[in-house]
């Protein structure tokens, strides 16, 4: 897996201010708490992954992921849960959730941007 920095370790950028190879930072994060028992959370991230990579998530952070794992669409196999959270795939495939052990669901739906390097990911938070 990919080592996964933020935006606000500095470490992770050039002096040219491009990411250093293998890492992602977050570049938007938007919340909605409007709907009862619901949040909707869109997050984009930049990456700069290695061949072979490209961005996805592991332990609920960006990071560059092994490129097979997302043309085959099986989200889990990039541990994008956290460590106490169990991942399933949707049925179609189209994301994963994520569920803690008091039964919240976290549900996730990626969308790859026109450049492979962006990695926009709508979660969906369930109380039980």
Known sequence: MGQVL???QDTSLLPSGQLVAGTCEIVTLDRDSSQPR?????????????????AGT?????ACVDVR?????QWCEMSPCLD???????VNQSGWTCTQPGGRVKTTTPFLGVFICVF???IL???P
């Open 120 to 122: 926009w990911v709508i």
């Open 58 to 62: 592991t332990r609920a952070r960006p």
């Open 125 to 127: 938070l369930q109380d």
């Open 84 to 90: 106490d959270e169990g991942c399933n795939l949707l």
């Open 6 to 8: 933020s935006k606000n």
């Open 69 to 73: 794992i997302v043309r085959t669409r």
């Open 38 to 54: 619901r949040t909707i959370a869109r997050q984009t991230a930049r990456c700069a992954c290695r061949k072979g990579q490209i």
